[in-house]
């Protein structure tokens, strides 16, 4: 599956949102900060990379992003919800309890990053690519996706409702314990030795 890459190539290093115009940060590349108690409020991301940026004390609010590179951030409990994320990627990202509910993510990427809790609730996912990552406690529910890719994934203990898997590769993911309703699983594609999990799902017993 073919990911559109984040369009940065004009991106230069600038003083952390010294440089922001009419709310909108782009082309720009921003390192460590220790910024504490500032709220970012219906502002775009447009054209930047994020290096090492703690959120933590960072609070983003009806914030789009687009084209954008998150490496080695900590966006734990964020909200982007209602929102697009286009032709994004984070990359060893901290990203705990992170809510994209009723957002539309397209060439999304997500790698070697710790997403438990993460919440895509009537989200929208095209094109998303996810690898390496541990996404315990997540929840999809009435989710819907598209062209979207798995790649060692640790969905233990997940919440998956009524949101259709049909032809999507679970094979190389962890689905221990995975809560998932009748409808949704149909189509999924697992490895034979994950069968077992899938029987468990729904209360068979295996003598």
């Known amino acids: 599956m073919k990911i ?14 010294d440089d922001c115009k009419d709310n909108i940060f782009y082309d720009s590349i921003y390192e460590i900060s220790d910024y504490h108690d500032v709220e970012i409020i219906d502002a775009t991301f447009d054209g930047c990379v994020f290096k090492n940026i703690d959120f933590s004390t960072i609070k983003l609010i009806d914030v789009e992003i687009i084209d954008c590179v998150f490496d080695g951030c900590d966006l734990s409990n964020q909200k982007f919800d209602f929102k697009l994320l286009q032709r994004v990627r984070f990359n060893n990202c901290r990203m705990l309890g992170v809510s994209f509910i009723t957002s539309s993510l397209k060439d999304v990427e997500i790698i070697s990053s710790k997403a438990n809790y993460i919440n895509m609730t ?9 690898s390496d990552t541990d996404m315990e406690e997540m929840t999809f529910m ?3 996706l598209k062209d979207v890719e798995f790649n060692n994934v640790n969905f233990n203990h997940s919440e998956i409702n009524n949101t259709s898997l049909k032809d999507i590769d679970f094979s190389t993911c962890n689905i221990s314990n995975l809560m998932v309703d009748f409808i949704s699983l149909k189509g999924m594609i697992i490895d034979p030795f994950q069968a077992h999990e899938l029987i468990s799902m729904l209360g068979v017993i295996c003598k």
Do not use: G, H
């Open 4 to 17: 559109n890459e984040p369009k940065i190539d004009k991106a230069e290093v600038s003083n952390f949102f």
């Open 122 to 130: 009537e989200a929208s996912l095209k094109n998303v690519r996810i």
């Open 142 to 144: 009435d989710t819907k």
